[in-house]
């Protein structure tokens, strides 16, 4: 496939060591071990021990042994408090790694209780880009979820709780140093959340495709995750068959891949304030954002389209319009087939919120690698007509 001269320029790609395959959830306890742990401080929640996952990680740790300590204080879009507890915890007991298993919340979890306990003060400190200073203690993170790349990124969100926002904090620091893959996880994952965060890592996907800062090695990982989304996303949903769970897995790793290195744009941009704010689903909120930011994209990135039409399963069209509503359609059907849902309104989102959402969103380190440089008023009307 072709690619644009300008993605060639400071090409860097940073990933840590993958693990990928159904069963590797009993390689964890080796893994731990093999990165100097003696005392494992496991990080999940409810569902996953409910479902037996976390069981068979702390017999994996055994196997290798090690001694553990559970933490599941964890919510759905993770607070500071909680992290904070963590790390106290953390400490309390003497761990010396860390392991999360679970979705985007309790990996991010896990990523801030292991940034606090290497460097201190609240997590709040650490909003921003580059502000983590102390090498964090070794990190093992297993999704089980099929959307938030949190696993291979350098991001972490927390939820202030005090300002009702979200906290992006970004850092080579809290990129893991093994990402493990089990995709048989997936098949205790309700079918609500195989579509909200399957769409995640289709956000990802096109954000990082679209982004000023892609490069050759993000847009080949953008694409098959694209094509995997594609091809498997409806099924997986409705039918539940094990090999499109496993494509969509591998989907979230490529997608995350391309985003930890070309970063994102204005789903992700606005979905952090909306997120904050109403505490509402990441998945839901960008399934609404996503086919309004890629209208508002496309005339912009329309030297791109050749490759997002190959990911998406096509042959590109003749000519740049066609191709344009090509992409625009595909999303649209592929979101509509997954019964994603499509308006904010119908998130809780209140309509008096928007300009201050729109404000916000302006603030969030997203908002940079936008491939079309936005305003209050430009984010205002994708607002208003996701809503
Ligand atoms: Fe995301």
Redesign the pocket.
């Known amino acids: 496939m072709e690619t644009t001269a300008s993605a060639l320029h400071h090409c860097k790609f940073e990933v840590p060591e993958i693990i990928f395959g159904r069963g590797v959830l009993s390689q964890v306890g080796s893994c731990a071990r093999r990165l100097g742990g003696k005392k494992v401080f496991l990080v999940s929640d409810e569902g996953l021990f409910s479902a037996g996952w976390v069981d068979q990680a702390m017999r994996s740790l055994l196997e290798a042994h090690l001694s553990f300590v559970y933490y599941d204080q964890v919510s759905p879009n993770p607070r500071d408090f909680e992290v904070e507890d963590g790390a106290r915890e953390y400490i309390r007991h003497g761990a010396d790694v860390i392991v999360g298993l679970g979705g985007?919340s309790a990996m991010d979890a896990a990523k801030g209780i292991a940034t606090l306990v290497a460097n201190g003060g609240r997590i709040r400190d650490y909003e921003g880009s580059d502000k983590i200073h102390r090498p964090l203690p070794p990190l093992v993170l297993c999704p089980t979820t099929c959307?938030?790349?949190s696993d291979v990124s350098q991001f972490a969100i927390i939820n202030d709780s005090e300002r009702r926002c979200k906290l992006t904090i970004m850092s080579r620091c809290v990129a893991p140093d093994i990402s493990l893959t089990d995709p048989d996880t997936l098949e205790t994952l309700p079918e609500e959340y195989i579509c909200t965060t399957a769409t995640?890592a289709l956000?990802?996907a096109l954000e990082a495709f679209f982004s000023v800062a892609s490069t050759t090695l993000t847009d080949v990982n953008a694409v098959r995750a694209l094509r995997l989304i594609s091809r498997s996303f409806v099924k997986a949903v409705h039918e539940h068959r094990p090999e499109d769970l496993e494509n969509l897995a591998r989907a979230s790793l490529h997608a995350g891949m391309a985003f930890s290195n070309s970063l994102l744009g204005i789903v992700?941009a606005l979905?952090h304030p909306i997120g904050g704010l109403y505490d509402a689903n990441?998945g839901s909120v960008?399934a609404v954002l996503l086919p309004e930011v890629i209208r508002y994209d496309l005339p912009v990135v329309t030297e791109k389209l050749p490759e997002l039409a190959y990911g998406l399963g096509y042959a590109f069209p003749d000519d740049e319009k066609g191709a344009a509503e090509m992409v625009q359609e595909t999303i649209e059907k592929l979101l509509d087939a997954a019964g994603a849902p499509r308006s904010l309104r119908s998130l809780g989102v209140a309509r008096e919120d928007l300009p201050s959402l729109a404000q916000n969103a302006l603030k969030d380190i997203c908002i940079i690698t936008s491939p079309r440089q936005a305003d209050e008023k430009d984010l205002l009307s994708i607002l208003e007509r996701a809503y």
Do not use: E, I, L, P
Request: glycine share 28%; no cysteine; net charge negative.
């Open positions: 985007g959307g938030t790349g995640d956000s990802h992700h979905a990441h960008n």
